[in-house]
Nanobody, 124 residues
Framework: QVQLVESGGGLVQAGGSLRLSCAAS????????MGWFRQAPGKEREFVAA????????RYGDSVKGRSTISRDNTENTMYLQMNNLKPEDTAVYYC?????????????????WGQGTQVTVSS
């Protein structure tokens, strides 16, 4: 069992930056692939970024590619998402997820555990 807690969301102006964190409980964090998804009101949950169990492989959604960096620290059981040059369309609740399959996955059905989400609001 893995419990995930996101933090770092907030209100930021367009062009600004945020760093989201996802703290995980459990001794098996380092064996899980991790991902970030987001969901805006009235929209489907969207893939943002994913990272393999050891951090060697990453994948980004087209909407954030080139503006975001996903990373993890297995010694701290924490995953991060650095987002730069934020746009109003980035406004959403951001969720972190963990999957028992250790390789990167872009499909939400590949993830087994989810956090409660953190709100990111980008003003124009």
């Amino acid at each position: 069992q893995v419990q995930l807690v996101e933090s770092g969301g907030g209100l930021v102006q367009a062009g600004g930056s945020l760093r989201l964190s996802c703290a995980a409980s459990g001794r098996t964090f380092s064996s899980y692939a991790m991902g970030w998804f987001r969901q805006a009101p009235g929209k489907e949950r969207e893939f943002v970024a994913a990272i393999s169990w050891n951090g060697a492989s990453t994948r980004y959604g087209d909407s954030v590619k080139g503006r975001s960096t996903i990373s993890r620290d297995n010694t701290e059981n924490t995953m991060y998402l650095q987002m730069n040059n934020l746009k109003p369309e980035d406004t959403a609740v951001y969720y972190c997820a963990a999957g028992r399959n250790p390789f990167v996955a872009t499909i939400k059905d590949n993830y087994d555990y989810w956090g409660q989400g953190t709100q990111v609001t980008v003003s124009s």
